[in-house]
């Protein structure tokens, strides 16, 4: 078991995984996707032609869902069985059931008990997962419990300046869509109890980057 977990969560485009994987790298720390997950079983019933809709159908073709990723920053890959799906789960047809495939219980349980082994079996000294339920469900005794947060207009505009072949409205629509769906099933816009917000809406890359080291290293202390 490795020795901290620092748990982030907060809404698309807060700058989750970027800034996750910038603090495991500045730690020597491993690095979790949980998202990807999520989005990996949506790339598979996408692949399997099951309705993304249909609760009990996504439910039955988790037994076959064998999921892998890598938790070295600096290594970053997820795979479906032999296939790399590292780009493909990034598609905007993936981007769009992935609210489906989450909002099932059996889902959410099944991958949670995935993310709990690859913690538990890190041998780095330190992970950092990210994802929307992180501090409250899948690590809610975590280190560091983190909810990084920026106004929807800065995560908009972070968001089509990634995804240039896209029009900036489509961007922002599909985010908003995804959002309102996703909080229905977790709370990931108001910190918990012990969860301390950083609200990186006026801070540059670099400067969330160590607020949230300040967070680790603050709890560390603890
Ligand atoms: N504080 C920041 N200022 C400017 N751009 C940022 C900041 N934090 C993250 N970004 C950029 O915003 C984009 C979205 O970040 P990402 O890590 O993918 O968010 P999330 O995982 O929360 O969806 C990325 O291109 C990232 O480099
Ligand atoms: N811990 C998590 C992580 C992701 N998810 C789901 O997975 C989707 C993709 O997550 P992501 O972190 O890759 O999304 P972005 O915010 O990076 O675009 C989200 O829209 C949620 O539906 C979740 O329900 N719980």
């Given at each position: 078991m490795t020795e901290t977990v620092v748990a982030v969560d907060g809404p698309a485009g807060s700058g989750k995984s970027s800034v996750s994987k910038a603090a495991a790298k500045r730690l020597g720390f491993d690095y979790l996707d949980t998202g990807a997950a999520y989005r990996a079983l949506s790339w598979y019933v996408l692949d399997g032609n099951i309705?993304?809709?249909?609760a009990a159908a996504v439910v039955a073709s988790l037994p076959g869902f064998r999921y892998t990723i890598g938790t070295d920053p600096f290594g970053y890959h997820v795979r479906v069985g032999e296939t790399d799906v590292t780009d493909s789960i990034r598609e905007p047809r993936v981007t769009a059931v992935v609210s489906n495939i989450a909002r099932v219980p059996e889902v959410r349980s099944h991958v949670t008990g995935i993310f709990r082994d690859i913690i538990r079996d890190s041998v780095a000294p330190g992970i950092v997962v990210e994802g929307r339920d992180i501090t409250t469900v899948v690590a809610p005794d975590a280190t560091a419990r983190i909810l990084l947060t920026a106004s929807e207009e800065a995560r908009m505009s972070r968001r089509s300046a990634e995804l240039a072949s896209e029009s900036a409205s489509e961007v922002a629509s599909a985010l908003q869509k995804r959002d309102r769906a996703d909080s229905r099933v977790v709370d990931f816009m108001t910190a918990a109890a012990g969860v301390t917000t950083v609200d990186?809406?006026?801070?540059n890359f670099d400067e969330t980057v160590d607020a949230v080291l300040d967070v680790i290293r603050t709890s560390q202390k603890t």
């Open positions: 309705d993304s809709t249909d990186s809406t006026t801070l």
